[in-house]
C-alpha cells in the first residue's frame, strides 16, 4: 500500500505549474533583453568612452613602436647600449601599461 502525504502532493503540484521545457521563461527573458525598436541603434559605449579607447590604443601602439629596433648589420656584433637602452627596457613597457590602465577606465567609465 502507498501512502502520499500533503508535503508530497504539494510538491507534485509544484512541479505541474512550472513549464517543463522553459519556453515560458525563455520568452519573457527574450522580451526583457531585446533591443528598443523605437530607439533604433544604440550604442554600448557613449562617445567619451569611446575616445579613451582610442587614446589607450595609440599608447599602446606607441609603446610598441618604441621597443622596436635594435637590429645591427653584423651579426656577430651585440650592441648591448643598443637592446637595452632606456627606451626600450622602461619607457616603452610604461607606455603599453599606461595603454591598459586607459583601456580598463574607458571600459569601466559611465557616462553622464
Not at 527573458?29 to 528598443?36: D, I, R, T
Not at 575616445?51 to 595609440?58: H, N, R, S, V, Y
Request: include cysteine.
Amino acid at each position: 500500500m502507498i501512502v502520499f502525504s500533503k508535503k508530497n502532493k504539494m510538491s507534485n503540484k509544484n512541479k505541474k505549474n512550472k513549464p517543463s521545457n522553459g519556453t515560458a521563461e525563455s520568452t519573457s527573458v527574450k522580451e526583457k533583453y531585446s533591443s528598443n525598436k523605437n530607439s533604433g541603434s544604440t550604442f554600448l559605449f557613449g562617445k567619451t568612452n569611446y575616445q579613451w579607447m582610442i587614446g589607450g590604443i595609440l599608447l599602446i601602439f606607441v609603446g610598441f613602436l618604441c621597443m622596436m629596433g635594435g637590429k645591427s648589420s653584423d651579426p656577430n656584433v651585440f650592441n648591448y647600449d643598443e637592446i637595452y637602452s632606456f627606451r626600450r627596457v622602461t619607457l616603452a613597457p610604461i607606455l603599453v601599461m599606461l595603454g591598459f590602465l586607459v583601456e580598463i577606465y574607458a571600459i569601466m567609465h559611465r557616462p553622464k
